[in-house]
């Protein structure tokens, strides 16, 4: 009798602890937009760097090579533009704390000097087009 209950409770004990454990890890949360962009741009250029490598040995073809190199280098040059938009998103922030270089006197508002976009906030960087933008005058 005894031992049927504890047998019992160690059972209880081990189901208890299968039970909690795969919920006992929440989802880690994404660090930050760039940590995410840099990642991607690293195993891009990881990538291309295979890619030269197994080109390098003979493993392919002209062709494939170019091929690849190029979709890869369209992969870099859209996260790139992320990045440049993000950087624009975060001029934004940036221009809230009071920088004290040049008071605004007009509250007008900033023209993007490339797209013509206007903003009623001083940004670095357009949020439409994300080149830089400088202060109007
Ligand atoms: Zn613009």
């Known amino acids: 009798m005894i031992i049927a209950v504890t047998c019992l409770i160690a059972i209880a004990v081990i189901a208890f602890i299968l039970t909690v454990r795969p919920k006992d890890l929440p989802a880690p949360e994404p660090v930050s937009p760039f940590a995410h962009l ?3 741009k690293a195993a891009i250029y990881e990538n ?3 890619l030269q490598f197994e080109y390098r040995v003979g493993k392919l073809s002209d062709a ?3 091929m690849t190199k190029q979709d890869l ?5 859209a996260v790139m533009a992320e990045v440049d938009k993000l950087r624009g998103t975060l001029g934004v922030e940036a221009a809230v704390k009071p920088q004290a270089a040049a ?5 007008a508002g900033f023209t993007c000097p490339s797209c013509n976009a206007s903003f009623n906030t001083d940004l670095k960087f357009c949020g439409e087009c994300g080149k830089p933008m400088k202060v109007a005058q």
């Not at 280098?73 to 040059?77: G, I, R, V």
């Open 38 to 40: 840099d990642e991607r």
């Open 48 to 50: 291309l760097r295979d």
């Open 64 to 66: 494939d090579y170019q």
């Open 73 to 77: 280098q369209k992969e870099l040059a």
């Open 103 to 107: 008071p605004a006197k007009k509250r």
